[in-house]
């Protein structure tokens, strides 16, 4: 059965806003709680260690920097707004169709043109209770409304999902692996997901932290797109690439959608020096290794370290651990925050994702990683 709670949007309802009198936005877009990323600065700290944003550790690669400086004497021309050149490179990479391959400025502008094209006002937009937030806030951006269904162990329910999708549904978001929890669907799962609902639904499969899995019976989502006319992939060069400041993402459609999308989307809605340094970094084999191998030591030692200090986790097989804290007010998830923060430590507290005794900590540097292990050894232990 539905119930009305889970309609609600998660995150804190903003204050009302007394509108004086002038332009006013749709019904609905002052109720949006605005996207707050993740903290990047400590005042008085002059490098503080960012573990808030799933960042990548290592950087981009030197191929990506060099091919972006390169455009520096270029900016004048408008980008090529086909991105042919990164689709191509991508095909190549991943064994897939090209003209399926649509580029967008981060996935956060696939996630929108999406909902643009396929909800609106009456629409539901479905997603699991501690997905990315962007699901809802975009949802909400349409007039759409926001469908959370409920998790098992922070792990998205398929059933859950299945049970709440309703005549007036029209996309289901899931992250795999998701953000912020760290876990993920096997294939089968997903499959079930898919099978068990409506052609006319649409499934975008956010596959933003795919590059970090290791598990036999992950698979990002090509298959399906291949097999299906309502599934969607989408893809970021934020993470493992570590072009986060470039905006960079792409999705892989069937044609109808990747027909659909293109005729949404701005004409240059990519930039140049992106679609550079896209190219150069999905060709850069070596950097994605050095990358992946990083994360597979530095994940499974920090959970280790966690785990010893009684700081349980979701098992997570992407870029960063969701730590949970306990009650008491000396050792909770603020506590830990407010002491990470003072010794210079950045990471996220994720009351806005319904986790208030929760921290989200990116994998970071070797260096970073001892640092913010001997610090919680220390807050742990403390009295
Ligand atoms: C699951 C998920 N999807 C999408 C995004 C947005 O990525 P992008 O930087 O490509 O917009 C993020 C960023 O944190 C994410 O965690």
Same mark, same amino acid.
């Given at each position: 059965?539905?119930?009305?709670?889970?309609?609600?949007?998660?995150?804190?309802?903003? !204050?009302?806003?007394?509108?004086?009198?002038? @332009?006013?936005?749709?019904?609905?877009? /002052?109720?949006?709680?605005?996207?707050?990323?993740? &903290?990047?600065?400590?005042?008085?700290?002059?490098?503080?260690?960012? /573990?808030?944003?799933?960042?990548?550790?290592?950087?981009?690669?030197?191929?990506?920097?060099?091919?972006?400086?390169? =455009?520096?004497?270029?900016?004048?021309?408008? #980008?090529?707004?086909?991105?042919? &050149?990164?689709?191509?490179?991508?095909?190549?990479?991943?064994? $897939?169709? *090209?003209?399926?391959?649509?580029?967008?400025?981060?996935?956060?502008?696939?996630?929108?043109?999406?909902?643009?094209?396929?909800?609106?006002?009456?629409?539901?937009?479905?997603?699991?209770?501690?997905?990315?937030?962007?699901?809802?806030?975009?949802?909400?951006?349409?007039?759409?409304?926001?469908?959370?269904? #409920?998790?098992?162990?922070?792990?998205?329910?398929?059933?859950?999902?299945?049970?709440?999708?309703? !005549?007036?549904?029209?996309?289901?978001?899931? +992250?795999? @692996?998701?953000?912020?929890?760290?876990?993920?669907?096997?294939?089968?799962?997903?499959?079930?997901?898919?099978?068990?609902?409506? @052609?006319?639904?649409?499934?975008?499969?956010? +596959?933003?932290?795919?590059?970090?899995?290791?598990?036999?019976?992950?698979?990002?989502?090509?298959?399906?797109?291949?097999? +299906?006319?309502?599934?969607?992939? /989408?893809?970021?060069?934020?993470?493992?690439?570590?072009?986060?400041? =470039?905006?960079?993402?792409?999705?892989?459609?069937?044609?109808?959608?990747?027909?659909?999308?293109?005729?949404?989307?701005?004409?240059?809605?990519?930039?140049? *020096?992106? /679609?550079?340094?896209?190219? +150069?970094?999905?060709?850069?084999?070596?950097?994605?290794?050095?990358?992946?191998?990083?994360?597979?030591?530095?994940?499974?030692?920090?959970?280790?370290?966690?785990?010893?200090?009684?700081? #349980?986790?979701?098992?997570?097989?992407?870029?960063?651990?969701?730590?949970?804290?306990?009650?008491?007010?000396?050792?909770?998830?603020?506590?830990?925050?407010?002491? $990470?923060?003072?010794?210079?430590?950045?990471?996220?507290?994720?009351?806005?994702?319904?986790?208030?005794?929760?921290?989200?900590?990116?994998?970071?540097?070797?260096?970073?990683?001892?640092?913010?292990?001997?610090? $919680?050894?220390?807050?742990?232990?403390?009295?």
């Amino acid at each position: 059965m539905r119930l009305a709670r889970d309609r609600l949007p998660l995150y804190r309802k903003p !204050e009302p806003v007394t509108i004086a009198p002038g @332009p006013t936005p749709r019904p609905g877009i /002052l109720d949006i709680a605005p996207y707050v990323g993740g &903290e990047a600065k400590i005042v008085g700290v002059e490098r503080p260690i960012r /573990l808030a944003s799933n960042e990548s550790a290592l950087g981009p690669s030197a191929k990506a920097v060099a091919a972006y400086r390169a =455009l520096a004497g270029e900016i004048h021309r408008y #980008p090529d707004g086909s991105a042919e &050149e990164l689709r191509q490179a991508l095909g190549r990479r991943h064994g $897939l169709d *090209p003209a399926r391959i649509v580029c967008g400025a981060g996935s956060d502008e696939l996630i929108s043109l999406l909902l643009r094209s396929y909800a609106g006002p009456g629409d539901e937009v479905l997603y699991s209770r501690h997905g990315f937030l962007m699901y809802p806030i975009g949802a909400q951006t349409v007039g759409a409304t926001p469908v959370a269904a #409920p998790e098992r162990a922070l792990t998205t329910d398929v059933d859950a999902l299945l049970e709440r999708v309703s !005549e007036r549904t029209r996309l289901i978001f899931i +992250a795999n @692996p998701n953000n912020p929890t760290g876990t993920y669907l096997g294939a089968s799962e997903v499959a079930r997901l898919h099978a068990g609902l409506p @052609p006319s639904v649409v499934l975008a499969i956010d +596959a933003a932290y795919a590059e970090f899995v290791n598990r036999n019976d992950y698979r990002p989502g090509v298959g399906l797109v291949d097999r +299906a006319e309502n599934v969607v992939m /989408l893809r970021t060069f934020s993470k493992i690439y570590a072009l986060a400041g =470039l905006r960079l993402g792409w999705a892989y459609c069937p044609p109808a959608i990747a027909d659909v999308l293109n005729r949404v989307r701005g004409p240059f809605n990519v930039t140049a *020096p992106a /679609l550079a340094a896209g190219v +150069a970094a999905v060709e850069d084999i070596e950097a994605l290794k050095r990358a992946r191998a990083h994360n597979d030591h530095w994940l499974p030692w920090f959970s280790e370290r966690l785990a010893g200090l009684d700081i #349980p986790l979701t098992p997570s097989v992407a870029n960063f651990v969701l730590a949970g804290f306990p009650h008491d007010p000396r050792k909770n998830a603020d506590a830990a925050f407010a002491f $990470l923060h003072s010794r210079g430590i950045l990471t996220r507290k994720m009351a806005s994702y319904g986790l208030p005794q929760h921290l989200r900590i990116t994998i970071g540097t070797g260096p970073e990683m001892e640092t913010v292990a001997t610090a $919680l050894t220390e807050f742990m232990g403390a009295r």
